[in-house]
């Protein structure tokens, strides 16, 4: 089993930052890909940026150069720093990564349970 905790939503203004956190634990032998997601009310769940074991990272237009991903590979852990945050920023996000638990293993997909993002003035 592999768990993520999300933490670092809450409420802030437009303009304003957060930094999300997500760190992984539980049986894992290697991660490759780490990414974030987010839902907004009544929408789809939607890529917001991804980063891989090797730190190529990929953003989703409507965040570049405001939000920067990164990850600390030592911990299991992924960061979302998110910079001039607008209303419609507001949903929750979910981590995501593909781990496997042992060498040659099969990566399977883990969820984070979310978190909240509320941007308002």
């Known amino acids: 089993q592999v768990q993520l905790v999300e933490s670092g939503g809450g409420l802030v203004q437009p303009g304003g930052s957060l930094r999300l956190s997500c760190a992984a634990s539980g049986s894992i032998f290697s991660i490759n890909a780490m990414g974030w997601y987010r839902r907004a009310p009544g929408k789809e769940r939607e890529l917001v940026a991804s980063i891989t074991s090797g730190g190529s990272t990929n953003y989703a237009d409507f965040v570049k150069g405001r939000f920067t991903i990164s990850r600390d590979n030592a911990k299991n852990t992924v960061y979302l720093q998110m910079n001039t945050l607008k209303p419609e920023d507001t949903a929750v996000y979910y981590c995501?990564?593909?781990?496997?638990?042992?060498?040659?293993?099969?990566?399977?997909?883990?969820w984070g349970q979310g978190t909240q993002v509320t941007v308002s003035s």
């Open positions: 995501n990564c593909n781990a496997n638990s042992r060498n040659w293993g099969a990566y399977f997909s883990h």
